[in-house]
């Protein structure tokens, strides 16, 4: 499974491990360090961050996933000329795009709280919502 940044920040403000087939992504990873400096967290939430880290395997942007990153790109511009019909575009942000395209890269299920992804299991996306 593939989880997006806001489930990893509930777990370290729990200081509860994510489930052991857990994979980030490398985006995740940065968009983690990035929320815990602009949230000032305190030496012990850093700590159990980074450990976490380092218990779970990560993937970087490869070339195979920049393909994922371009079809979840333009569908969600309305662009891609082989979307389904009757789906639905919705403007997304960038990290949220190669998260979403590793989740497809790797057929693995995207997990989150949020609704940045809802329109993306058309394309195949599968989505749990926390």
């Known amino acids: 499974m593939i989880y997006d940044t806001n489930m990893l920040i509930a777990h370290v403000r729990r200081k509860e491990l994510p489930p052991i ?5 490398i985006i995740t990873i940065g968009e983690l360090e990035a929320f815990a400096l602009k949230s000032d967290w305190g030496i ?11 218990r779970y395997p990560s993937i970087d942007v490869t070339r195979g996933l920049v393909r994922y990153y371009a079809e979840v790109d333009a569908f ?33 299920e ?18 749990v919502k926390h």
């Not at 087939?21 to 992504?25: D, F, P, R, V």
């Open 21 to 25: 087939k857990t994979i980030l992504s």
């Open 76 to 108: 969600s511009q309305g662009k891609l000329k082989t979307a389904p019909l009757n789906s639905s575009a919705r403007n997304m942000g960038k990290n949220d795009i190669w998260i979403a395209a590793t989740a497809l890269y790797l057929d693995m």
């Open 110 to 127: 995207l997990h989150t709280t949020d609704n940045d992804f809802d329109h993306l299991p058309t394309i195949g996306l599968r989505l």
């Open 44 to 54: 012990q939430k850093l700590d159990f961050m980074l450990d976490m880290i380092s």
